[in-house]
């Protein structure tokens, strides 16, 4: 007993990811429905073939988020965004939330109804509903912990593992913005602590703190993949950088990645401000997280179809897993990619 | 704008269920699949005839537990136990569950893998899998969120709006113990707070202090149920205590209920420990909460089928709205029963 009241691992040593594979290695997995448990970004229940998406995550004050500048309203929308955005990366269709909130007595009514304004209108654009869930105080902080489930097709859902030597690596939208808009918006909480008679400089930015604080889940390409008959053979969402779901999605499908600088997309605004910030725009690209954009693989018949999709940026191959996972520099280098997430990001 | 920052009304002004009833009012449902949203024990979501049912509900470190007195083990056990007790009392058979949880880091990694162990351990006793989650850094306390799915029959899924007059209201086990299970512990901690030199005395109190820690949900009756072709006409699981989900029943079918308190259940040690705290018994079993037992009405007609199962107790009858909630009390008189949980008890 005395024993055991000596050992104390700090959660941190171990790292989110090592955190959970820790915790739930021991997980079994009894029920016949059970398709697919932990591991991915959400769990499939098969019911007689008709297949039930689930997927859970929460955002939680001073960890996730900063009310200094975090419009309640903008949050709500988020949390259910990012929960959305799991959903569609197993190429299913979200249908319905329950949403979990703690909250202290500093936060009013007002501030809740808010909250539930942005939560409400992600149901509304995303075609959600509300289902259930409760809310409960805290002593101190908000807590918003959100599952998703949605429907989807036995033939068509995509997972992390089903990646092969010879597929093309495809990423939607633009990397970075979202981190850099973090960066701007902490940037100006600092300047407002030092002086709040300064008003904050964000307009220019506006798309780059939108990014941030009003993420958006890309729905509209999965419609696009359903319209245009193509199955990826491997997907993943965006939430802690490409690098680091590159990562899990070459761990998962035992393969490598070759990755082409040039082929990753870069929105000027966040390619300007990574410069301000003296930063290197493609570390951002790869490492900034929160984009929320789909990091999916091909089968290489499939090239013809994704070429003239709009927003979907073609950026290398999947290749042996002895080859490693590489980014090939607009500079003609080649460089061992790391897997690190934003957390991570500062000690780089 | 400056109006808008004036009005701040405190969340306690609605209470819990006025709060949700607040914030979930323009929930609009858009989603055929989507067959019943908030305001039951779970939702249900219906796929072409196959029925999903899912709840969520969170403990939060300082309002529903104290970690002074509450082993991680039972405090994981008990989060997954809450949640599937709401499937059951649906009557349908939970299946799988989502855990999300944010802690500090004054809980080390061997203190989550305790709460971990009772996790494991409750979907190990109740045949659930945990299919998926997140784990998070919270700046303070720990927060469990768990979303529990089941499956149910469209013809045996129970609502809380179906009682009628005539039927029968039954309840399964025993009130009030998890309650008085909570008060001994709050004196124990008081006692060590003021001598830390002092052993607590709860070996004697075993009974009670179980069904605070570790409570069970009651897969038992939900097979009885099915074994004896046994359909309630309304169920809710008594998490408030029974005077609260009596109300929530009657008010959703639009009846009243007339109960017997010699119909009552209370355990003779729950009895006992009353009347040492100088409590009325009965004032326990009413609004204690935290039973998790199912409280459920029966056709007239199936009276016969539930005399004989175990562990239920046939306490009244469903009555019409105008004659109100009223208990019948041993003396002889007749009391409008007060639809107060346990979060009120104390001002009672």
Known sequence: MAEKQVKRTDVNVLGEFGLIDHLTKTTRLTNRSTKKGIGDDAAVIDNKGFLT??????????IHFDVAYTPLKHLGYKAVVVNLSDIYAMN????QITVSIALSNRYSVEALEE??????LACKIYNVDLVGG??????????????????GEKDKLTYRDGAKVGDAICVTGSLGAAYLGLQLLEREKQVFLANPDMQP??????????????????????A????????????????????????????????GAFVEESGVPIHPDA???????????ITCALSGGEDYELLFTIDSKDIEKVKYLPDVYIMGDIVEQKDGVKLHT????????????WNHFEES
Chains 1, 2 share one sequence.
């Open 53 to 62: 998406v689930v997927s859970t995550d929460a955002l939680v004050e001073g």
């Open 92 to 95: 299913a269709i979200p249908k």
């Open 115 to 120: 909250l539930y304004q942005g939560i409400h």
């Open 134 to 151: 409760d809310t409960t105080s805290s002593p101190k902080g908000l807590y918003i912990s959100v599952t998703a489930i949605g429907q």
């Open 201 to 222: 400089e964000l307009e220019e930015h506006n798309y780059l703190i939108e990014r941030q604080l009003k993420p958006e889940a890309r729905k509209d390409m999965i």
């Open 224 to 255: 696009l993949f359903a319209k245009n008959q193509l199955v990826p053979t491997a997907m993943i969402d965006i939430s802690d950088g490409l690098a680091s779901e590159l990562f899990h999605l070459c761990k998962q499908s035992n393969v």
């Open 271 to 281: 390619q300007m401000q990574a410069i301000n910030f003296n930063m290197d725009p």
């Open 330 to 341: 607009k500079g003609g280098n080649i460089h061992p990619i790391k897997a690190q997430g």
